[in-house]
């Protein structure tokens, strides 16, 4: 069982930046893909990026270019660095953990097994 706790979330304005954080229970975080998902009102859960235990990166197409997903091992901890953000990005962000280690990338929210609670991101304009 994982447990994930996300944080950092809050309001920006546009073209600002925020970085959020997710963190892991367990002692075998290191054989998790970790995933970013994204949901506003009215809409489905968006993939947003993932990072498999390998390192590799893989990132949606509305975030390419602004966003950077990265992991710390040590700390059990998942990274979304947003940057040059719009009122589009809007959204609660959560964080998702399925173990694998076949070094393929999760795109699909049912492809996750264990979730967090969420943080919101607000956007202003």
């Known amino acids: 069982q994982v447990q994930l706790v996300e944080s950092g979330g809050g309001l920006v304005q546009a073209g600002g930046s925020l970085t959020l954080s997710c963190i892991a229970s367990g002692r075998t975080f290191r054989s998790y893909v970790m995933g970013w998902f994204r949901q506003a009102p009215g809409n489905e859960r968006e993939f947003v990026a993932t990072i498999n235990w390998l390192n590799g990166r893989t990132y949606g197409d509305p975030v390419k270019g602004r966003f950077t997903i990265s992991r710390d091992n040590a700390k059990n901890v998942v990274y979304l660095q947003m940057n040059s953000l719009k009122s589009e990005d809007t959204a609660v962000y959560y964080c998702?953990?399925?173990?694998?280690?076949?070094?393929?990338?999760?795109?699909?929210?049912?492809?996750?097994?264990?979730w967090g609670q969420g943080t919101q991101v607000t956007v202003s304009s």
């Open positions: 998702a953990a399925v173990r694998s280690l076949s070094g393929a990338y999760f795109t699909g929210s049912g492809d996750y097994d264990y």
